[in-house]
C-alpha cells in the first residue's frame, strides 16, 4: 500500500521535531519574550497551580453548560484580582512551607472532593469557590513574584500572561469534560478529582506535620 | 477550486496529532526549581507504592476484582482504595495511633492479598458497600504504613502526587487485566490470578507473623570498630 503524501508530510515533521533542541530555563522563568511570557512560563511550570484549575475545569465540566461559563471567566478574572491586590495593595505575607502547603492542599480538596461526589451543587456555590481558590492562589502568586524580586510592573504584566493561559486551560478543559456523554467517560473525570483529592489530602498530613 | 485540506476529519485528525507530536518532541528537559528536589519527590513519591509486592498485589487485586464484579464496583473499588489510603496515610503522617497500632497495620497488610486474592479466585459477589468497606480498611492500612514511614525532606506536594498517581495507575493496571473477564477463557485466567495473589498474600502473612530481624544499625555498630581497626591497620 502506497502511502499517501500527508503521512509522508507527517512523518517529515516528525524527523524535524527529533531534530529541533531547545532549552528551558523554567521557573525565575526568563523566556526572554518578555513578563508576559514569563508569567505564562511560570504558571506552566507550577503543579500547585495548575491542578486546583484542572479540579476546578472538571468540577465545572461535570456540573454543567452554565457552571462551565461562568468559571472561565471567574477563574481568570479572580486570579487577576488577587494578583493585583498582592502586586499593588496588600504585600503577602512571607509564609512557612507548611502553612503554605496547608493553604494549597484546601485548594485540592475541596473542588476534587466535589467533582468526586458529583453532587448537584448549586452553580453560584461552585462560583463562589473558584473565586476563593483564584484570589488565594494569584495573591500567593504575587507573594511568589514579590520575593523573586519582581517589580510592580513586571509582576502586572505576568499575570496578565497567567490570566490569558488560566482563561484557554479552564475553557479547553471545562468544555471537553462538558462534551463526555458516555458514562465510563464522566467517571473517569470523577476519578481524577478524587486523586486530586487524595493528594491534597496527603498534603494536608505533610503540612500538619510541620514538613509540608 | 483548491480543496482544503483539513476539511477531511481524518487529515484534520492526522495534522493535528502531527503537530502535537512536533511540539512534545520539541520540548527539552527544563531546569525547574532547581534546589528544591521537586523531581526527585516527585519520582520518590510516585515508586514508594511500588516499592514492596506486598502493596502492589493488593492494589492491582483490587482492580481485578472491580473489573470481576462490572459498574458501579469497577469504579467504586478503586476510586475507595486511594481515597482511603490517603486518609490512613494523612493519619499515619500526623501520627495518629490505630487500634492495635503497628500489628493491626502490618496484619491488615499482609491479610488484603490473601483477601483480596481469595475473592479474585472465587470470584466472590458481596454487596457493594461491604466491598467498598473491606477495600477500604486494607486501604487504611497500607496508608498508614506508606504515611508512617514517608520520609522528610521531601517536598509533600510533588511527593503526594507522584504517590497517588503511581497507586492509580496500579488499579489501572487492575482494572486493564480484568478487561479480559468477558472471555470465558479469560475468566479462568482471572481465577489463576487470584490464586498467584492469594499465594503471595498468604507468604507476607507468614513474614508479618515472623520474629523481627536483629536491627541492621545494631550490627553496623557492632562491626564498626573492626572495619575501624582494619581501617586504621592499612592507613
Given at each position: ?45 507550577t503543579p500547585e497551580d495548575?491542578i486546583p484549575?484542572?479540579a ?26 488577587g ?9 503577602p505575607p512571607e509564609l512557612s512551607r507548611p502553612v503554605l502547603s496547608g493553604i494549597i492542599s484546601a485548594t485540592f480538596l475541596a473542588p476534587g472532593l ?15 469557590l473558584?473565586?476563593i481558590v483564584?484570589v488565594v492562589h494569584g495573591f500567593l502568586d504575587?507573594g511568589g ?51 486530586i483529592a487524595a493528594a491534597g489530602l496527603l498534603l494536608l498530613g505533610w503540612s500538619l506535620r510541620g514538613v509540608g | ?35 528544591h528536589?521537586?523531581?526527585?519527590s ?44 490517603s486518609f490512613?496515610g494523612f493519619l499515619g503522617l500526623i501520627r495518629v ?50 504515611g508512617?514511614?514517608l520520609?522528610d525532606?521531601e517536598s509533600g506536594l510533588y511527593y503526594s502526587c507522584?504517590f497517588v ?71
Open positions: 500500500m502506497r502511502l499517501s503524501r500527508k503521512y509522508w508530510t507527517a512523518a517529515a515533521a516528525f524527523a524535524a521535531a527529533l531534530a529541533w533542541p531547545a532549552r528551558a530555563d523554567a521557573h525565575l522563568v526568563t523566556t526572554g519574550l518578555g513578563p508576559v511570557y514569563d508569567g505564562i512560563g511560570h504558571w506552566a511550570t495548575i484549575v484542572v476546578l475545569a472538571i468540577l465545572a465540566g461535570l456540573r454543567g453548560a452554565q457552571t462551565g461559563r461562568r468559571l472561565m471567566f471567574i477563574v481568570p478574572v479572580t486570579w487577576l484580582f494578583g493585583l491586590v498582592g502586586m499593588l495593595i496588600a504585600t466535589l467533582a468526586l461526589s458529583d453532587l448537584p451543587v448549586p452553580s453560584v456555590a461552585v462560583a463562589v473558584a473565586a483564584g504575587a513574584l514579590r520575593s523573586e524580586g519582581a517589580t510592580t510592573t513586571v509582576g502586572i504584566l505576568q499575570f496578565v500572561g497567567m490570566t490569558l493561559e488560566l482563561f484557554v486551560l479552564m475553557t479547553l478543559l471545562a468544555a471537553f469534560v462538558l462534551s463526555l456523554r458516555q458514562p465510563w467517560t464522566r467517571v473517569a473525570a470523577r476519578v481524577a478529582g478524587s486523586w | 477550486m483548491k480543496k482544503n485540506p483539513l476539511r477531511n476529519s481524518r487529515n484534520f485528525a492526522v495534522w493535528f496529532w502531527a503537530l502535537t507530536v512536533l511540539l512534545l518532541l520539541s520540548a527539552s528537559p527544563a531546569d525547574a526549581h532547581i534546589i528536589g521537586e523531581p526527585v516527585f519520582r520518590s513519591g510516585f515508586l514508594h507504592p511500588l516499592s514492596g509486592w506486598d502493596h502492589i498485589i493488593a492494589m492491582v487485586a483490587v482492580g481485578i476484582w472491580g473489573a470481576q464484579l462490572g459498574a458501579p464496583a469497577i469504579w467504586v473499588l478503586p476510586v475507595t482504595f486511594p481515597m482511603i489510603m490512613g495511633p490505630l487500634p492495635g497500632g503497628e500489628h493491626f497495620v502490618e496484619f491488615g497488610i499482609a491479610l488484603s492479598g490473601v483477601l483480596l486474592g481469595a475473592m479474585v479466585l472465587f470470584e466472590a459477589r458481596p454487596k457493594l458497600w461491604v466491598a467498598a468497606f473491606t477495600v477500604g480498611l486494607f486501604g487504611l492500612c497500607h496508608g498508614y504504613a506508606h508512617y514511614e520520609p525532606g507522584g498517581l503511581a497507586t492509580g495507575l496500579l488499579h489501572l493496571a487492575g482494572i486493564t487485566i480484568g478487561l479480559i473477564h468477558r472471555w470465558s477463557l479469560g475468566r479462568v485466567a482471572l481465577r489463576v490470578c487470584g490464586a498467584a495473589i492469594l499465594m503471595g498474600g498468604l507468604y507476607f502473612l507468614y513474614q508479618a507473623f515472623q520474629p523481627e530481624p536483629e536491627e541492621p544499625a545494631a550490627k553496623s555498630a557492632a562491626l564498626a570498630p573492626a572495619r575501624m581497626s582494619s581501617y586504621e591497620t592499612f592507613s
